[in-house]
């Protein structure tokens, strides 16, 4: 079992091995340095379990959009699945924090991710009031695509939803034609809350798409942690 200083390590190793100091200009020893060596200090702190389960991880680190764009981690999680390079419909940069939902806007920790594995067949409005009720919170697209930076085998299980995020949907007219979304969208849409899911099976490629809050799959489930922790 690794300790969760060795945990810690392997995700800043990769992390560095994927290169994403480059879109900051910072060399790789400034990066580390500088946005994750002080998130050290919090593990012992504020963790106390060490067991990475098949749905259940101690601690993920994430870099959010914020330090370096969340298009540019997507290709460097698919280039190390060897994944075909598409041009997708659907950007990260669509989604914003659900009402409520307040992350840091530089690296932090999240505690105990629970995968998704555990709340599939359930809409992701269900599952929020669920995570509420124990204390938890949602994974934002930020958090959903920093799980499967680390830990991309959870994409072999089911389809990962993220309602701390939201689609930005009601951008509409030119907003929607600058954002590359359809040219005209139904009435309802507009009324409607679209959350981001990642998903590989049944496509066998990574894809980032959105889900209806209040559509249920056996084969999707919504992501959460216990603790948000930033230095």
Known sequence: MDSLEELFAKQVKT??????????????????????????????????????????????????????????????????????????????????NAKGVATPDKPYLLVDVETGQNMKNTTPKKCVKTFIDEGRFALTVDEGIALIFHFPEVLESHWIDL????????????????????????????????????????????????IYEVTETPYSGSASCAQRLSH
């Not at 951008?171 to 679209?194: D, I, Q, Y």
């Open 15 to 96: 992390i560095m091995e994927r290169k994403l100091n480059l879109p900051t200009d910072l060399s790789e020893s400034e990066f580390v340095n500088r946005h994750l060596m002080p998130l050290k200090q919090l593990l012992t702190q504020n963790i106390k379990d060490t067991k990475v389960e098949k749905n259940r991880i101690p601690l993920l680190i994430v870099v959010p959009n914020s330090v370096v764009p969340l298009s540019y981690q997507l290709e460097r999680i698919r280039e190390s699945m060897d994944d075909m390079q598409l041009e997708h419909i659907i950007k990260p940069e669509w989604f914003e």
């Open 163 to 210: 309602p701390g995020s939201v689609l930005i949907h009601k951008c509409v007219g030119e907003e929607v034609m600058k954002r590359g979304m359809l040219n005209s969208l139904p009435p309802a849409f507009a009324m409607a809350t679209f959350v981001p899911t990642l998903n590989y099976i049944f496509y066998n490629y990574l894809r980032l798409y959105y």
